[in-house]
C-alpha cells in the first residue's frame, strides 16, 4: 500500500513540474520582416510576423512619445497572419510627420495568457522630398545674463538624422556635455555650470541633414551672455 501511496505522489509531482513547465512558455516571434525600413509616401511598407503558437493579436504604428498612430491588425486568434501593409498614415488616413515610428507587435497566448511583445523594430518616414533644406527655426538660450545652469537647445523644421546634427554641433569656448533628443528639438546640457560673464557662441554646421538627405543650406550660429 505504501509503495503505491508514494508512486501516486510522485506522479502528481511529476505531473505539476510538467504543468509548471508549459504554463511558463511564453509565445515567441518564429518570423518576422519589414520590407522598407525606409519609405516616402506613397511608397508602402510590408510587416510580416508569425506566432509560435496562437495567441491575440495586435500590430501597431506608435510615434516617438509612444502614442498610437495606427493600429494595423487585430485579432483574436491567429498564429501566421498575413502580411500588413503601411503607408505612412495615422489610423484616420491623415499622413504622419516625418519621422521614426516604432512598429509594436504584441501576441497574447490562447491557452497560458502570456505574452510576447516586440517593439525592436522601427520605420522612417521622409515626407518631405525634394531639396527644400531644413532649418533651425528656434535655439535657445538667447541675449545677455543667461543662468550659469542652463541648457542649450535648438529646434528644427522636420525630422533630422540625428547623428549628423550632433556631428555639426559645437560651442565656444569648448563646454563638455551631453546631447539629447525630444521630437525635432535637440539639447546639450553641459556637465557642468557655464563660467560668468562670458559669451557662448552655438554653431550646427552644414553637415547637419535631415531625413531626406538634404543639409543646412548654411551654417546657424548664435550667442548668449552669462
Same mark, same amino acid.
Not at 508602402?44 to 503558437?53: G, L, P, Q, R
Given at each position: 500500500?505504501?509503495?503505491?501511496?508514494?508512486?501516486?505522489?510522485?506522479?502528481?509531482?511529476?505531473?505539476?513540474?510538467?504543468?509548471?513547465?508549459?504554463?511558463?512558455?511564453?509565445?515567441?516571434?518564429?518570423?518576422?520582416? #519589414?520590407?522598407?525600413?525606409?519609405?516616402?509616401?506613397?511608397?508602402?511598407?510590408? #510587416?510580416?510576423?508569425? $506566432?509560435?503558437?496562437?495567441?491575440?493579436?495586435?500590430? &501597431?504604428?506608435?510615434?516617438? %512619445?509612444?502614442?498610437?498612430?495606427?493600429?494595423?491588425?487585430?485579432?483574436?486568434?491567429?498564429?501566421?497572419?498575413?502580411?500588413?501593409?503601411?503607408?505612412? &498614415?495615422?489610423?484616420?488616413?491623415?499622413?504622419?510627420?516625418?519621422? =521614426?515610428?516604432?512598429?509594436?507587435?504584441?501576441?497574447?497566448?490562447? &491557452?497560458?495568457?502570456?505574452?510576447?511583445?516586440?517593439?525592436?523594430?522601427?520605420?522612417?518616414?521622409?515626407?518631405?522630398?525634394?531639396?527644400?533644406?531644413?532649418?533651425?527655426?528656434? %535655439?535657445?538660450?538667447?541675449?545677455?545674463?543667461?543662468?550659469?545652469?542652463?541648457?542649450?537647445?535648438?529646434?528644427?523644421?522636420?525630422? =533630422?538624422?540625428?547623428?549628423?546634427?550632433?556631428?555639426? $554641433?559645437?560651442?565656444?569656448?569648448?563646454?563638455?556635455?551631453?546631447?539629447?533628443?525630444?521630437?525635432?528639438? =535637440?539639447? $546639450?546640457?553641459?556637465?557642468?555650470?557655464?563660467?560668468?560673464?562670458?559669451?557662448?557662441? #552655438?554653431?550646427?554646421?552644414?553637415?547637419?541633414?535631415?531625413?531626406?538627405?538634404?543639409?543646412?543650406?548654411?551654417?546657424?550660429?548664435?550667442? $548668449?551672455?552669462?
Amino acid at each position: 500500500m505504501k509503495k503505491y501511496m508514494m508512486t501516486g505522489i510522485m506522479l502528481v509531482v511529476l505531473l505539476l513540474g510538467m504543468s509548471t513547465a508549459v504554463a511558463s512558455d511564453s509565445p515567441a516571434l518564429a518570423a518576422y520582416t #519589414i520590407t522598407n525600413t525606409t519609405i516616402e509616401p506613397p511608397q508602402t511598407t510590408s #510587416i510580416d510576423v508569425a $506566432f509560435s503558437e496562437y495567441v491575440s493579436a495586435t500590430i &501597431t504604428i506608435e510615434n516617438a %512619445s509612444g502614442d498610437l498612430v495606427n493600429e494595423l491588425y487585430s485579432s483574436s486568434k491567429v498564429k501566421n497572419p498575413n502580411a500588413k501593409t503601411w503607408d505612412g &498614415t495615422c489610423t484616420n488616413d491623415a499622413a504622419v510627420p516625418d519621422g =521614426m515610428y516604432t512598429v509594436n507587435v504584441t501576441g497574447v497566448s490562447i &491557452t497560458t495568457g502570456l505574452s510576447v511583445i516586440n517593439t525592436s523594430e522601427t520605420i522612417t518616414v521622409v515626407t518631405s522630398g525634394g531639396t527644400t533644406a531644413p532649418t533651425v527655426t528656434a %535655439s535657445t538660450p538667447t541675449g545677455t545674463d543667461v543662468a550659469v545652469s542652463t541648457v542649450i537647445t535648438a529646434t528644427f523644421s522636420e525630422a =533630422m538624422t540625428q547623428t549628423s546634427v550632433e556631428g555639426a $554641433f559645437s560651442i565656444s569656448p569648448a563646454v563638455n556635455g551631453s546631447l539629447g533628443w525630444a521630437d525635432d528639438t =535637440m539639447t $546639450f546640457t553641459p556637465d557642468a555650470d557655464l563660467e560668468y560673464d562670458t559669451t557662448y557662441s #552655438i554653431t550646427v554646421g552644414t553637415g547637419a541633414e535631415g531625413l531626406a538627405g538634404n543639409a543646412l543650406a548654411a551654417d546657424y550660429v548664435w550667442d $548668449f551672455t552669462t
